[in-house]
């Protein structure tokens, strides 16, 4: 079988290209403010290419550096003064924070509407319910790449690998809204491959260098690589791609796929809390 790879940076340039248009016929450009506790340097990495993204797709970005030493109510508080500015629509709290702050409590600060990340309880809980307002970009950016190589997706089996709140968790809320039937994998799972193989739609978000391979891989299944895991000086994903070259019918590349998507899905949920503070100030 051939395997196509779908390609993330192109899919992401268009979206970025698609929200710079919608952008264009509002009022004013959205705003999204980024906080940045440290320097982390993978953070300042992550961080930049959020900035050149935006700048893409017409949304104005302020980042925020704040000091490592900040106290944990200093960054609640400065959260706070974010979430009463009516001029920004989103907020980001780039991630990790240094370890002496809780990360889970600064995210619980954000008004769920400035909630670009989609990660508080208030976002969460409503894509549990089915009822969704901002979900999580990562999620968002993986249903979006599943899309593209399977439109149709009612009645498909979907497996994913990780149960995390970030992606695993999330992305399984998200396929059973599009009617597929999900199993959720995780690191006490028995048989991993077994159940991999029943996957017509495979996501692999373990954090685990190259996982998966050939025997997990159904013939004819969409696979998508969440992982980023650095070996020596490379990137490389959960997927052993070249392994499943061949059985897969796609597959997502790591760099170049989910990464690049999941920036231009938070530039499209920038967009979205914009349109929504517009419509209730109306
Ligand atoms: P977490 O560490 O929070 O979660 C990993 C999940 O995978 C857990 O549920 C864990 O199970 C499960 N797991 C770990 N090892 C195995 C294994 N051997 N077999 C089966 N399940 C396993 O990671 P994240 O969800 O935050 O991220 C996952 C990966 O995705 C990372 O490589 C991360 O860098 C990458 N990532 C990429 C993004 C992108 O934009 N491309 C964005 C976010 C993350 P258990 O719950 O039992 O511990």
Redesign the pocket.
């Known amino acids: 079988m051939k395997t196509r790879l779908i390609d993330g940076k192109k899919m992401a340039d268009e979206m970025l290209d698609d929200v710079r248009e919608q952008v264009s016929g509002l009022p004013r450009a959205p705003r999204l403010a980024v906080v940045l506790v440290g320097d982390n340097p993978a953070s300042l990495v992550y961080v930049k290419n959020k900035v050149k993204a935006s700048q893409r797709a017409g949304i104005r970005t302020d980042v925020y550096r704040l000091s490592p030493v900040l106290t944990q109510d200093a960054l609640e508080a400065f959260i706070n003064d974010l979430n009463a500015d009516g001029d920004i629509d989103g907020i980001l709290l780039q991630l990790p924070l240094p370890a002496h702050l809780n990360a889970d409590a600064a995210i619980e600060r954000i008004a769920p509407d400035k909630d670009v990340d989609g990660l508080t309880t208030h976002n969460l809980g409503r894509l549990m319910v089915g009822a969704p307002n901002l979900a999580p970009c ?1 999620p968002l ?1 993986c249903l979006h790449l599943i899309k593209k190589a399977c439109p149709k997706l009612a009645g498909k089996n979907a497996v994913i ?8 968790r999330p992305l399984g809320q998200l396929l059973l809204a599009h009617d597929c039937t999900v199993v959720q ?5 028995k048989n ?1 491959a077994q159940v991999c193989a029943r996957a017509d739609i495979l996501v692999a ?4 260098a190259r ?1 998966i391979g050939r025997r997990h891989v159904k013939r004819g299944a969409v696979v998508i690589d ?4 650095r070996v020596g000086d490379r990137l490389v994903g ?1 997927v052993n791609r070249a392994a499943v070259t061949g059985v897969a019918r796609a597959v997502t590349p790591v760099p170049g ?3 690049p998507m ?1 920036i231009a899905m938070l530039m499209y949920n920038t967009l979205r809390a914009c349109r929504r503070g517009e419509a209730k100030s109306a």
Do not use: E, K, Y
């Open positions: 990562t950016a690998v990780g149960r995390s709140r970030l992606v695993g994998a995780h690191s006490h799972t991993l978000a373990a954090g685990h996982l969440v992982g980023i895991n959960d796929g989910v990464g999941t």
